[in-house]
């Protein structure tokens, strides 16, 4: 039984032992099996009568450790896309943009950059899933880890693999799903239920994100501000450090941890023009320029002035207002 131990058999119970034994032709009773297995893995026959699991272990030295970023796609749908980043040690949120998308490379990578510039360290090694939206990321992390001498250095400093356990920034998109997402979701839903929304009509979609991208946006910071500030409880059966995520990222010490980040092997300098070569401006309101322009034709108002929109219920307002008025100049072209 040890031999079948060895071979991967170490999470099954007496009976499916038993039945794997017969299998391979050895001759025990279960009562036999049920004895020697509890000999040999007491606490394992524990763990299972208690009914519960054997998670893996993340382990992390520290902030920087290991950074995770991902895409959020609940209100794509709705023309809106969410990008994050966490910290693994600290679940300290570093970013949480909400743009007209997630997919493109260039965007993921400002976000990124901007991470980079505030913090002016580089992180020791960058969690990602292997979507192209990331490549340039990639890029910028091996090219910025590769002055260091560390056994991570260089293209080791990048971790891919399915967006599924990619688990610290899963986390968070679950906390977010509860919080943020439902509301938001549901609001959308209930416009097209009543025949205000078409989701499919790229100019409904142009028009979500004039009305309602800078109040979505304040919104995902307040979650920022609340989760970075919020305390972190200890659970049961699972070895992470507790507390508040702002004060695990910039006080490991308290928990005998480090800052595992590495210095800036270039001038911020370098970073402005890597930004200048490699990422695309954010756009006002997420919208392009071409819509803006004919908004302030039809309305007479500069982008600015629709900064008084506090409310969902405002910028729903709005949205019914816009969307009528291009519906109106498109028919009379």
Known sequence: MLLLRNAGYTNIGYRSLWNVLRCLGVRASQHTVRLVLKAIDGDGVLRRQRHRLTRRRYTSNGPSFCIHVDG????????????????????????????????????????????????????????????????????????????????????????????????????????????????????????????????????????????????????LDMFLQSWNSHRIRSQRNVECPHGIPDVMYYQPFIYDKYDCSYELPCDIVVLDYLTDIYTDAVLPRGTKEEFRQLINTLTFLDIEEFDVIETPTQAKELFNLLSGVISQHLLNR
Not at 93 to 115: C, D, M, Q
Not at 155 to 175: C, D, P, Y
Request: with cysteine; aromatic share 10%.
């Open 72 to 219: 959020y796609d609940k209100l794509k749908p709705f023309g809106i896309s969410v990008h994050g980043g966490i910290d693994g040690f600290s679940r300290k949120i570093l970013w949480l943009k909400a743009t007209s998308s997630n997919k493109n490379p260039r965007i993921v990578a400002g976000h990124f950059l901007e991470y980079l510039k505030t913090s002016k360290r580089v992180p020791r090694v960058v969690r990602m899933d292997a979507g192209t939206e990331n490549v340039i990321v990639e890029r910028i992390q091996i090219a910025l880890r590769s002055f260091h001498a560390d056994s991570m250095a260089g293209h080791r400093s990048v971790s891919i693999g399915r967006s599924t356990a990619n688990q610290k920034i899963e986390m968070l998109w679950s906390f977010l799903m509860r919080n943020f997402t439902t509301f938001w979701r549901n609001l959308f839903k209930d416009m097209v239920d009543e025949g205000i929304l078409n989701n499919a009509d790229p100019v409904h979609l142009e028009c979500i994100r004039f009305c309602f991208l800078p109040l979505i946006q304040r919104h």
